[in-house]
């Protein structure tokens, strides 16, 4: 169990340099864009091309990918549901992080259950937490599964796989959707651009 209780003696230090003045350095808001969907739907894909884009732009980006995040971060992690909460909270607690440094910070995680999405959410000022659903059929995800998840699971192999015997939950509300079954990955990105744009978070 992973005890995230606050010390009495733990006390904010306010910076000296703020958020604001970093964005004013950078050019750019910061803000976070949350990729949600099916293992397989696109969501590292779109991230990372996402952030090549943003990055020719002259933008400070990171990407935070599932994979590299159990790496490291979150690494002491298993695939409970406990641990699967715990490491979508810091994740969206690194994410605020990078954030406040003035960093456009992009995260690519299944991330299936709603409250955890909205608790993360939840941290970030109105406006800055730009949920995207990736959006793909299981069996469009299942063909695309290089890494043979999915037939595992369906051999039993692997247990409480979402979209297998454990479910996704579609976000209701996403600031933005992307149908990545019959549209290049150039296009998703320009949509993507273009809603940032209305948003007023991308010039």
């Given at each position: 169990?992973v005890v995230?209780?606050?010390?009495?003696?733990v006390v904010?230090?306010?910076?000296?340099?703020t958020r604001e003045k970093?964005e004013k350095?950078?050019?750019?808001?910061?803000?976070?864009?949350?990729?949600?969907?099916?293992?397989?739907?696109?969501?590292?894909?779109l991230?990372?091309?996402?952030?090549?884009?943003?990055?020719?732009r002259?933008?400070r980006?990171f990407?935070l990918?599932g994979?590299n995040?159990?790496?490291?971060?979150?690494s002491n992690l298993?695939?409970s549901?406990?641990?699967?909460?715990?490491?979508?909270r810091?994740i969206g607690?690194?994410a605020?992080l990078m954030?406040?440094?003035?960093v456009?910070?992009l995260?690519?995680?299944?991330s299936?259950?709603?409250?955890?999405?909205?608790?993360v959410?939840s941290?970030f000022p109105?406006?800055?937490?730009?949920?995207?659903?990736v959006r793909?059929s299981?069996?469009?995800c299942?063909?695309?599964?290089?890494?043979g998840?999915?037939?595992?699971?369906?051999a039993g192999?692997?247990?409480?796989?979402?979209?297998i015997?454990s479910?996704?939950e579609?976000p209701p509300?996403?600031?933005?959707t992307?149908?990545?079954e019959?549209a290049?990955v150039?296009t998703?990105?320009?949509k993507?651009?273009?809603?940032l744009?209305f948003k007023g978070?991308y010039?």
């Amino acid at each position: 169990m992973v005890v995230t209780n606050k010390s009495d003696n733990v006390v904010w230090h306010k910076p000296t340099v703020t958020r604001e003045k970093r964005e004013k350095l950078n050019g750019h808001k910061s803000f976070v864009v949350w990729f949600t969907g099916l293992s397989g739907s696109g969501k590292s894909t779109l991230a990372h091309a996402l952030e090549n884009a943003l990055h020719q732009r002259g933008y400070r980006t990171f990407v935070l990918d599932g994979d590299n995040v159990r790496h490291g971060l979150s690494s002491n992690l298993t695939f409970s549901e406990e641990d699967r909460k715990e490491n979508i909270r810091r994740i969206g607690e690194a994410a605020k992080l990078m954030v406040d440094a003035g960093v456009i910070a992009l995260t690519a995680f299944i991330s299936p259950f709603r409250v955890d999405r909205e608790m993360v959410r939840s941290i970030f000022p109105h406006g800055d937490f730009i949920e995207v659903y990736v959006r793909a059929s299981l069996d469009a995800c299942e063909a695309r599964d290089v890494k043979g998840l999915y037939a595992k699971a369906r051999a039993g192999k692997i247990k409480n796989y979402t979209g297998i015997d454990s479910p996704y939950e579609e976000p209701p509300r996403p600031e933005i959707t992307v149908e990545t079954e019959n549209a290049s990955v150039e296009t998703l990105v320009d949509k993507i651009l273009n809603e940032l744009s209305f948003k007023g978070l991308y010039k």
